[in-house]
């Protein structure tokens, strides 16, 4: 079964610095999706970035960008500049490539603070 | 476009009593999944729907079911209500490149109090 795990409960960064969160998986499948995904207190999920495991570059949506090291199984984000918006609990998930139906496999989640 | 509703956003329940939660996807959408989210379980998946038909379950008891009507809404229920159902309940829909889903787009949720 496939594992997510997010090693970092809470995380804190000063407004306009840059954050590193980090998630890593466990899968013996060669073609999966990573994705981040974020929650403020609205409660809802919202799609961050997404990568594709065969795709080598790694993905980037405006001040948002991943490292995707495959062979490692870990998938971190970075938040450049970070603003009070920012605020939320980050979601890591993992989704199989597969006909048959998708699931969402999530880690724990990290709390991230953004101080003024 | 609209995005995902999930109606209502708010429910308390007593146990033994069962419940149903609606789900519109967006439009166009054919796939709909739902996820459990507790504090002490994190997000769990429960089932996925696509074309009318359950494709995907989790490992969750029988009281959970769900069904998918013709206009790609969803419904899930659940029976005899237990303490632990408690939740925040998220519904996601994805669009599909022939049957491969793309990402999901989660609604706001209901957030279930079972007393």
């Known amino acids: 079964a496939q594992t997510v795990t997010q090693s970092q409960p809470e995380m804190s960064v000063q407004e306009a610095e840059t954050v590193t969160l980090s998630c890593t998986y466990d899968?013996?499948?060669?073609?999966?999706?990573l994705f981040w995904y974020k929650q403020p207190p609205s409660r809802q999920m919202i799609l961050v970035i997404r990568?594709?495991?065969?795709?080598?570059q790694n993905a980037t949506e405006n001040r948002f960008s991943v490292n995707f090291q495959k062979a490692a199984k870990s998938f971190s984000l970075k938040i450049s500049d970070s603003q009070l918006g920012d605020a939320a609990m980050y979601f890591c998930?993992?989704?199989?490539?597969?006909?048959?139906?998708?699931?969402?496999?999530f880690g724990e989640g990290t709390q991230l603070t953004v101080n003024p | 476009k609209a995005g995902v509703t999930q109606t209502p956003r708010y429910l308390i329940k007593t146990r033994g009593q069962q419940v149903t939660l609606s789900c519109s996807p967006i439009?166009?959408?054919?796939?709909v999944s739902w996820y459990q989210q507790t504090p002490g379980q994190g997000l769990q998946f429960l089932f996925e729907y696509f074309s009318e038909t359950q494709r995907n379950k989790g490992n969750f008891p029988g009281r959970f079911s769900g069904r998918q009507f013709s206009n790609s809404r969803s419904e899930m229920n659940v029976s005899t209500l237990e303490l632990g159902d408690s939740a925040l309940y998220l519904c996601?829909?994805?669009?599909?490149?022939?049957?491969?889903?793309?990402?999901?787009?989660f609604g706001q949720g209901t957030r279930l109090t079972v007393v």
């Open positions: 996601a829909s994805s669009s599909t490149y022939g049957e491969m889903n793309t990402e999901a787009f």
């Open positions: 439009s166009g959408h054919r796939s």
């Open positions: 990568q594709e495991a065969y795709k080598q």
């Open positions: 899968t013996s499948e060669s073609d999966y999706y």
């Open positions: 998930a993992y989704r199989r490539e597969e006909t048959s139906g998708s699931r969402l496999t």
